[in-house]
């Protein structure tokens, strides 16, 4: 999970660079070639379903590519800051989304969190048009509205959502690695002719050499090692704590976007922040003898 915070902190720099569709398009490419070897079905397991196949397309055009896109310009019209504290959130619309699609009891502190989450985001959407974000953008970026950058980072939160939700129902049939790799190939095909667009007038050339290394470990703890990371832990750990560890995610995105990126962390900042990690830990926290759904690593 801190992985997770640092790479959306630091795409603000690749973004800065890299056109959004040919960023996704470099990542999932990367990461498909890293993740040949899980493709093939394992020994033993059985073959994919209809519905099994579905569930794969719709958990990559949610949890991949729609994911990927909104995260991307969220960052690129706010802030590293912004987009943990936004990211806050998965835990309780994890849970929300739990209750509305898989029956899931909605507990009086889940309320909490998700209303917690939902002030800290507002929040920071006042805060937003008085408070610029540090670190480099491209200028077209500021001829965007200063909401739509909030309301980005929310879809992509969503996005997130609709990714352990549907995860949910893959892992009795599928092993997580071979979902990692068939979901990003999923997400290669379906951001190919976008990601194409925008190289045939990328200069390449430009590109300094620690932005490509920041590009390949973008790519890799994307979609590789954080998947890797998330299931060997869960493997030690109840599924219903795992969520608690979330809290790593906005901290260590927050961390980058001060220390690393001279953005601003004023007592708005602050106080959106400690909303966030209320509602984080408010829906993830394990109550006595009750599971929490626990978020799963992109």
């Given at each position: 999970?801190?992985?997770?915070?640092?790479?959306?902190?630091?795409?603000?720099?690749?973004?800065?660079?890299?056109?959004?569709?040919?960023?996704?398009w470099l990542r999932f490419g990367i990461a498909a070639?890293?993740?040949?070897?899980?493709?093939?079905?394992?020994?033993?397991?059985?073959?994919?379903?209809?519905?099994?196949?579905?569930?794969?397309?719709?958990?990559?055009?949610?949890?991949?590519?729609?994911?990927?896109?909104?995260?991307?310009?969220?960052?690129?019209?706010?802030?590293?800051?912004?987009?943990?504290?936004?990211?806050?959130?998965?835990?309780?619309?994890?849970?929300?989304?739990?209750?509305?699609?898989?029956?899931?009891?909605?507990?009086?502190?889940?309320?909490?969190?998700?209303?917690?989450?939902?002030?800290?985001?507002?929040?920071?959407?006042?805060?937003?048009?008085?408070?610029?974000?540090g670190g480099p953008a491209p200028a077209a970026a500021?001829?965007?509205?200063?909401?739509?950058?909030?309301?980005?980072?929310?879809?992509?939160?969503?996005?997130?959502?609709?990714?352990?939700?549907?995860?949910?129902?893959?892992?009795?049939?599928?092993?997580?690695?071979?979902?990692?790799?068939?979901?990003?190939?999923?997400?290669?095909?379906?951001?190919?002719?976008?990601?194409?667009?925008?190289?045939?007038?990328?200069?390449?050339?430009?590109?300094?050499?620690?932005?490509?290394?920041?590009?390949?470990?973008?790519?890799?703890?994307?979609?590789?090692?954080?998947?890797?990371?998330?299931?060997?832990?869960?493997?030690?750990?109840?599924?219903?704590?795992?969520?608690?560890?979330?809290?790593?995610?906005?901290?260590?995105?927050?961390?980058?976007?001060?220390?690393?990126?001279?953005?601003?962390?004023?007592?708005?900042?602050?106080?959106?922040?400690?909303?966030?990690?209320?509602?984080?830990?408010?829906?993830?926290?394990?109550?006595?003898?009750?599971?929490?759904?626990?978020?799963?690593?992109?």
């Amino acid at each position: 999970m801190a992985l997770v915070g640092s790479y959306v902190g630091l795409s603000r720099l690749l973004v800065a660079t890299f056109p959004v569709f040919l960023l996704a398009w470099l990542r999932f490419g990367i990461a498909a070639v890293a993740m040949l070897r899980w493709t093939p079905r394992a020994p033993g397991e059985p073959p994919l379903s209809r519905h099994d196949r579905w569930l794969l397309f719709w958990e990559s055009f949610l949890g991949n590519f729609l994911f990927s896109i909104c995260m991307l310009f969220g960052v690129l019209l706010t802030s590293a800051v912004s987009a943990g504290v936004v990211m806050a959130a998965i835990p309780a619309t994890v849970a929300l989304m739990s209750w509305l699609f898989l029956g899931e009891r909605l507990t009086r502190r889940v309320s909490a969190g998700i209303a917690c989450a939902a002030a800290g985001i507002a929040l920071l959407a006042l805060l937003r048009p008085a408070a610029s974000h540090g670190g480099p953008a491209p200028a077209a970026a500021s001829a965007l509205p200063g909401w739509l950058g909030p309301l980005l980072l929310v879809g992509a939160v969503v996005c997130e959502a609709s990714y352990v939700v549907i995860g949910k129902r893959l892992t009795g049939s599928v092993s997580p690695r071979r979902i990692s790799a068939l979901i990003n190939l999923w997400g290669l095909l379906l951001v190919t002719p976008l990601g194409l667009w925008q190289a045939l007038s990328f200069d390449f050339a430009g590109v300094p050499a620690r932005l490509w290394g920041l590009l390949v470990f973008y790519a890799l703890a994307a979609s590789v090692v954080t998947v890797w990371l998330w299931m060997k832990g869960l493997a030690s750990v109840p599924a219903q704590r795992a969520g608690v560890f979330s809290v790593m995610l906005p901290v260590s995105a927050a961390a980058v976007g001060v220390l690393f990126l001279g953005e601003p962390f004023g007592a708005g900042h602050l106080a959106a922040l400690a909303l966030a990690l209320a509602g984080l830990l408010l829906a993830a926290w394990p109550a006595r003898g009750a599971a929490k759904p626990a978020p799963a690593a992109q």
